[in-house]
């Protein structure tokens, strides 16, 4: 079951601009993550959000938490061709047995030079 | 370096054959995980383990098969009773209790001639 949609599935953009990925999710959580993937690579963590929070930020990187729409971005500000990558948002559900997180399809993102 | 480390990085398997997947750790964490990926889909979970000697299944345990005898280890067995076995493999591991951010290897990638 995929807790997480990411929207886009894919973007394309210029090295320079700004980057934004949205997650959507259907039931309540204690936290959201965004992970970046090198194609071919294991996924590296990137940020997370708990869900008292509204807001974090880590160098570039702006992640919102919105839990009454049950949505969260990513935005990645002055991008970089090596930014190009797979996004995925993860959560971890407040029901259920715990300590798992189910991931999203990613945003494929692209950063042209 | 502290990390998790996956082998072999790529395998071929005839049709009918089990194939193990190793998944070794470092960190010094109790919980471990894997994934399965298939293209332009996110993850899904097979099969996770909270402590050693103990395992949960996750959302598509059918035909794979865990075994957590150490802490540092979470091997992987494919069966002949996996019907699309070929993807890509991915391990992670992460504190227990209050998840958190998970470390993933570098994955497996499987393929069924």
């Known amino acids: 079951s995929q807790q997480g949609e990411e929207d886009p599935q894919a973007l394309s953009i210029q090295e320079g601009e700004n980057a934004t990925m949205n997650c959507s999710y259907k039931t309540s959580i204690n936290n959201l993550q965004w992970y970046r993937q090198n194609s071919g690579r294991g996924l590296v963590h990137l940020i997370l959000i708990r869900s008292n929070e509204r807001e974090k930020h880590s160098g570039r990187l702006r992640v919102t938490l919105d839990t009454s729409k049950k949505s969260s971005s990513l935005l990645i500000t002055a991008s970089r061709a090596a930014d190009t990558a797979s996004y995925f948002c993860?959560?971890?559900?407040?029901?259920?047995?715990?300590?798992?997180?189910?991931f999203g399809a990613g945003t494929i993102l692209r950063v042209k030079s | 370096d502290g990390g998790i480390t996956q082998s072999p990085k790529y395998l071929f398997r005839k049709e009918g054959q089990n194939v193990t997947l190793s998944c070794e750790q470092n960190?010094?964490?109790?919980?471990m995980y894997w994934y399965r990926q298939d293209p332009g889909q996110g993850l899904r979970l097979i099969y996770y383990s909270q402590i050693v000697n103990d395992f949960q299944k996750g959302d598509i345990a059918e035909g794979y098969s865990v075994s957590r005898e150490k802490k540092e280890s979470f091997p992987l067995t494919v069966t002949s009773a996996q019907k699309n076995p070929t993807a890509f493999y991915l391990c992670a591991s992460g504190p227990p209790r209050r998840l958190g951010e998970l470390f993933f290897g570098e994955g497996s990638r499987l393929t069924v001639l």
């Open positions: 960190l010094n964490h109790d919980a």
């Open positions: 993860a959560t971890d559900s407040i029901r259920g047995y715990g300590n798992k997180l189910v």
